[in-house]
Structures are given as structure tokens and as C-alpha cells.
């Protein structure tokens, strides 16, 4: 605020000293000051390095800004700090997911989007929003069922562009970081305990996203580290070669941006559209402008050369049917970090003694306790080095919406996954399944919203163990119909398994596939050796068996025929 009334002032004297000889005599000259944005206009060159000087990657240095010394008192101060230099930046990312939530998926027409759709871990973001916009790329979200406000100052620079490692959200405060004073019980969307960042600290700092960057909200999603993806948690800030080549120190030391390329702040790939496959043959190197982040996009659809021509040749002739991550990423939840795989809600709301708990019966590889039970929450399951649950995809999911009609006497598909068995744009791709159950309406036979979070307004679910009032205030909120009747349905929600890449020494191997019982067992429209013979194949072995018949017959029948016979 006080960097907006110096501009202000600054504007006014501007006009005044400007506006007429009579004016200008009749006014006294006020103190002589540097208006401001000056700071970030220097004497040309005053700023600028000396070949003595050690080169840097960026061209511009921000720590020799005035104009981000601060003092802020907010985030959105840094933002407007920010925008006298860059000017449309803010209007790019609110052009972007990140910002919007929202996406329309041409493929199937449906909008979909976090504050769209329904899913199956805490269930909706409306009504939840303080808690659920703690991870958006912006300040002060309140309510999605309306858009951002149209102001670029609420864009949040930092969360991307920090590179001092003290920058963090609260995580009940819709996007704002934790500010002096701390609330002793406040924490950051990590889960840590909360400290009060250093806003000037923070913009003085400013560089290329890093994987810290991105993984302080990727990695955390549905509430926990790995909760929600099974292939980003915290492993992967610093993960061994074994646990992500890509990433890996020792490996390709890629940044998230390597291959999720920007292009004015939008980001290549999403998990509403999995790129399978390029849409041409084109070869990219990491960084290189793309419009998908396939795994084809740097290394070609033939990419094998070994370890001897002819398997290279055969591995080669899997990828038109194959997903390069079916083979390469084995497993997921790799690297000591679990993966939540079954949330059941119905159970939550138990209490002891009046009151809720907690059951930490899972024990990670690392030694840390997960909760199998929480009375806000219910029960969990939770898995490591989890073997993925394969599909053919084309990359294109289509979603049980919240007025979507379903079958409680079966499992609801939150997404379904498109693609049919051998079609040219659908290759055999690995999932996380989700498993759980949630409410749902027995008389509209529609998915609810749910309301589990806003102390004191007495109907949040996490505060008041009170379904009926939780289910309630929730459809209220979005403003659908419910017949205050609910039951639970069993749900299953899919995950596209793309990150946390094994070296090459440690992809599948051919008998992972190629045998009875094998990873592809289960899968259609594919003929694997050692999985069982089918109706052609029987058909074959039939006609080769009468051949086989023929011949013996025909060899006795020379055998003991008259001697001196002989075929002319």
C-alpha cells in the first residue's frame, strides 16, 4: 500500500509541475525524492555486470532491484512489484489451468477442471475452498463457483519463481503464505509447521521453477505427501537413479520444466489428456517448444538399440501398441514413499469417548506411521513399489460429473479410461486405480458434494462428525437438488503412471509379459505367448495337427506297401 501512495503522489506531482507556469509558481516544490518505480529504471548500465564478474544463466539479476526490497505486507505487493518490469505476465497465467481450474476437453465436451469435478480422495473443492485453493497458483480464492477476480496482483509470482526455500502457503488460508504472526497450530500444504515467510527475502530471489517449485504442491495433493498421484512425492526432490532417471542427480537432472515446456506460462501435459504418442514423428530435445510432454517427443517410437540389433528391432515393434511408461516404470511409489490406495468414507465419523481418532497401523519403509484410520476421514490402505493396474488409452478420460446419473449396484468409474484394444491412437498404459467408496444421493442415484472443512460454521465434517449436515450444507453450496437420502457407492478413480522412470537395466523384462499369468494377462485385443491359446490359435493348432496326421500316415503307408511300388 505504501508503494502505491508514493506512485500516486509521484503521478499528481507529475501533473501539477506539468500543467501550467501559473500553477507551477503558485505551488511550493515539494521535497526532493526518487518516485517510485524509479528503482527498477536505473542510470543505463548502473546495474549491469563487469566481464570481471562471474556469468550467470539468467539476464537479469533480481536481487539488484530496489523495488523488491520490500517492505511487503503481502503477497499481491510482490506481484505488483513484479508486474512494473513484466507486464503481462499475470494475464498469461490467468489464461493458464494452473490459474483457471478449469478445462474444456474438446474430445469429450465436458468442462472439466479441480473445481469442476468430483474425486476420490476428498471429494469436491467447493464449499472446502480456504483449505483446497491453498495450493492455487493465486491469493484470496474464496469461492469457485465463481472466477478469479480480474486482478493481476493475484497471481502469485512466488510460489513458481522462488528460489530462496523459506517461500511456503498455509494451508487454510486460500494461497496466502504464513506471515508474522504465526498462529502456533498453523502449517504449511506440506504438512510442516508453519513459519512466517520473508516476502522481500522471497522476491529478491526469483529464477526458473525448480522441482521444489513444482512438488511443494504436486507432491502433496489429497492431503499428504504421495497421497493422491502415486508417481510425485517427495522422493522425487531428490531421487536416487534407481527411483527416477530422469530426475536423478546422477541421471539426467531434469527440472519439472524439461519436460513440461511453458509457453507463455502454460504448461505441456495434463492428466485430463495423456499424451500417448505424439501426433507426428517429430524429434524434440528437452526444452524444445511442444505442445505435449510424450515420452516420444525426445526419444523417437524407436528408441531401443539393444542389447543386440534383433532385440532392439523387436522392442522397437512393441510401440505402436506399448506406452513407453508400461515397460519403464515398473512400479510406482518408489523411493520410501507411500501411495494412498483405498479411502473409504463411509466408515469416518466414529468417535471414542466423544470424540475423533486415529489408528497409525501402516508402517512406511522409512519408518514413518501412516493413519489407516481417522475419524474425518475414515479408512485407508496404503501400498509402496505398487505394480500398476494396465489399460489401453488414447489418452482421453471422460468424467461421472456431479449430475451424472450412475448404477450404485456396481463400481462408479469417477473417469473412465478411452481407447479401444489395437487402435492406432491407443496404446497399453499404466494407472494408479484409486479405490474407496463415497456419499452418494439413494433417491437421484447422483455422486454429493460434501462440506468437511470450516471450523465454527457447525456443518464441516472434519469438526462435527455430522454426515446429514455435512452432505447438506455441501449440494446448498453448489446450489443442487438432494433428497437428504445417502448411501455409499463403491468408487474407482484412474491416475496416468508417468514420472519416476527406472534406468533401462531395471524395465520389464520380456517374461514380465510373456507368460502365463503375466502383467498383460488381463488385457484385450493382444495375443502374449504363454498366456493361453486362443480361438484362432486352436483353429491353427488343429490344421497343423491333421497335417501332422497326413504326413505320418502317408510315410506308413510307403513304409509297408508293396516293395517296387513307386510314385512316378
Not at 500543467?19 to 518516485?35: H, I, L, S, Y
Not at 536481487?63 to 512494473?84: M, N, Q
Not at 511442444?290 to 534383433?310: E, F, I, L, M, Y
Request: with cysteine; proline share 6%.
Amino acid at each position: 500500500m505504501r508503494q502505491t501512495a508514493l506512485r500516486i503522489t509521484a503521478i499528481v506531482w507529475a501533473v501539477v509541475l506539468g500543467g501550467g507556469g501559473a500553477v507551477a509558481q503558485d505551488t511550493a516544490a515539494p521535497a526532493e525524492q526518487t518516485p517510485t518505480g524509479a528503482q527498477s529504471m536505473p542510470a543505463p548500465g548502473a546495474l549491469a555486470a563487469h566481464m570481471s564478474d562471474p556469468v550467470k544463466e539468467l539476464t537479469a539479476d533480481h536481487a539488484k532491484f530496489e523495488i523488491l526490497k520490500g517492505p511487503f505486507a503481502s503477497g499481491p505487493e510482490v506481484t505488483a512489484a513484479c508486474l512494473s518490469c513484466h507486464t503481462e505476465a499475470s494475464n498469461q497465467v490467468m489464461h493458464s489451468v494452473h490459474w483457471k481450474w478449469e478445462y474444456d476437453n474438446p474430445a469429450t465436451g465436458q468442462t472439466l477442471g479441480k473445481a469442476k469435478v468430483l474425486n476420490a480422495f476428498c471429494g469436491n473443492v467447493a464449499s472446502n475452498e480456504v483449505r483446497c485453493t491453498s495450493c492455487h497458483t493465486g491469493y484470496d480464492w474464496v469461492d469457485v463457483r465463481q472466477p478469479m477476480p480480474d486482478d493481476p496482483t493475484k497471481v502469485d509470482c512466488l510460489v513458481c519463481h522462488d528460489t530462496s526455500g523459506q517461500y511456503a502457503k498455509q494451508d487454510n488460508t486460500a494461497g496466502n503464505p504464513p506471515l508474522d504472526p504465526v498462529d502456533p497450530k498453523a502449517k504449511t500444504i506440506t504438512g510442516a509447521d508453519a513459519w512466517a515467510v520473508d516476502l522481500a527475502k522471497a522476491a529478491l530471489s526469483v529464477g526458473p521453477p525448480s522441482r521444489e517449485n513444482c512438488g511443494n504442491c504436486h507432491f502433496y495433493g489429497g492431503g499428504g505427501d504421495n497421497v493422491k498421484h502415486g508417481d510425485l512425492s517427495s522422493a522425487l526432490f531428490d531421487p536416487s537413479r534407481a527411483v527416477d532417471v530422469h530426475m536423478s542427480k546422477d541421471g539426467a537432472n531434469f527440472t519439472c520444466e524439461a519436460c513440461h515446456v511453458s509457453d507463455k506460462h502454460v504448461l505441456a501435459g495434463s492428466r485430463y489428456t495423456t499424451d500417448v504418442a505424439l501426433p507426428d514423428d517429430a524429434m524434440h530435445k528437452p526444452g524444445a517448444a511442444r505442445d505435449v510432454a510424450a515420452c516420444t517427443s525426445c526419444h523417437t517410437d524407436q528408441p531401443h538399440k539393444g542389447p543386440n540389433p534383433v532385440i532392439g528391432m523387436k522392442l522397437n515393434d512393441h510401440t505402436d501398441k506399448v506406452a513407453c511408461q508400461t515397460c519403464h516404470i515398473p512400479e510406482f511409489a518408489r523411493g520410501g514413499v507411500a501411495t494412498k490406495t483405498w479411502w473409504d468414507w463411509s466408515t469416518a465419523g466414529k468417535l471414542k469417548d466423544g470424540k475423533g481418532y486415529s489408528e497409525e497401523e501402516f508402517v512406511q519403509s522409512d519408518g514413518k506411521h501412516l493413519h489407516t484410520y481417522l475419524s474425518t476421514k475414515g479408512d485407508f490402505k496404503w501400498g509402496e513399489n505398487v505394480v500398476p493396474y494396465y489399460a489401453w488409452s488414447n489418452g482421453v478420460m471422460t468424467y461421472t460429473l456431479p449430475e451424472t446419473t450412475i448404477d450404485p449396484t456396481q463400481v462408479v468409474e469417477i473417469n473412465s479410461i478411452g481407447g479401444e484394444a489395437g487402435a492406432k491412437d491407443a496404446r497399453i498404459f499404466p494407472f494408479k486405480r484409486m479405490e474407496g467408496k463415497q456419499a452418494y444421493d439413494t433417491e437421484r442415484n447422483v455422486l454429493l458434494y460434501n462440506h468437511v472443512y470450516g471450523p465454527g460454521d457447525g456443518t464441516a465434517l472434519w469438526s462435527y462428525f455430522d454426515w446429514e449436515k455435512s452432505l447438506k450444507a455441501g449440494m446448498d453450496y453448489v446450489g443442487l437438488e438432494y433428497s437428504g437420502k445417502f448411501d455409499f457407492v463403491e468408487t474407482h478413480m484412474y491416475w496416468p503412471i508417468t514420472h519416476m522412470v527406472a534406468p533401462k537395466e531395471d524395465a520389464l523384462k520380456c517374461e514380465s509379459c510373456h507368460s502365463e499369468g503375466g502383467r498383460m494377462a488381463n488385457i484385450a485385443g493382444i495375443y502374449v505367448p504363454g498366456s493361453g491359446i486362443g480361438i484362432g490359435g486352436k483353429l491353427g493348432l488343429v490344421v497343423f495337427l491333421m497335417a501332422l496326421l497326413g504326413v505320418v500316415g502317408h510315410g506308413v503307408l510307403r513304409l509297408f506297401g508293396k516293395k517296387g511300388d513307386h510314385h512316378g
